[in-house]
């Protein structure tokens, strides 16, 4: 097996995972562009290990390591995603810049009137 293929394969995933993460602003199609980072990563450490007759399989391992990383980075991002969802209702990366609640970073006397009015 030639080398090349696979790498060439896996700097096409990557360059359209970079280009996801800096063009969509979305974050569930940015989490999905990391993802295709994170495999073209895969698709090296297995090519490199194949083509170099490991007896360890170390690029194989690692492998395995990136796609547990991977799967909980997935897990705890979507997590995140739908808690400012519900919050904010938006799933825009533009709108979300500050990690505070946005009524008290607009207005605070909004923000006073809403509590007292939510504990009547």
């Given at each position: 097996?030639?080398?090349?293929?696979?790498?060439?394969?896996?700097?096409?995933?990557?360059?359209?995972?970079?280009?996801?993460?800096?063009?969509?602003?979305?974050?569930?199609?940015?989490?999905?562009?990391?993802?295709l980072?994170?495999?073209?990563?895969?698709?090296?450490?297995?090519a490199?290990?194949?083509?170099?007759?490991?007896?360890?399989?170390?690029?194989q391992?690692?492998?395995?390591?990136?796609?547990?990383?991977?799967?909980?980075?997935?897990?705890?991002?979507?997590?995140?995603?739908l808690?400012?969802?519900?919050?904010?209702?938006?799933?825009?990366?533009?709108?979300?810049?500050?990690?505070g609640?946005?009524?008290?970073?607009?207005?605070p006397?909004d923000?006073?009137?809403?509590?007292?009015?939510?504990?009547?």
């Amino acid at each position: 097996m030639h080398l090349a293929y696979p790498a060439v394969l896996a700097v096409l995933l990557f360059s359209v995972g970079v280009y996801g993460v800096l063009a969509r602003r979305n974050v569930i199609l940015v989490l999905m562009s990391v993802e295709l980072m994170l495999n073209a990563v895969n698709l090296n450490l297995v090519a490199f290990d194949v083509w170099l007759r490991d007896t360890l399989h170390a690029g194989q391992a690692l492998t395995l390591f990136t796609i547990t990383v991977a799967a909980a980075e997935i897990g705890l991002g979507l997590a995140i995603v739908l808690l400012v969802y519900r919050t904010r209702r938006t799933a825009a990366v533009d709108r979300v810049t500050a990690l505070g609640d946005r009524h008290e970073a607009d207005d605070p006397a909004d923000a006073a009137e809403e509590k007292e009015q939510a504990a009547a």
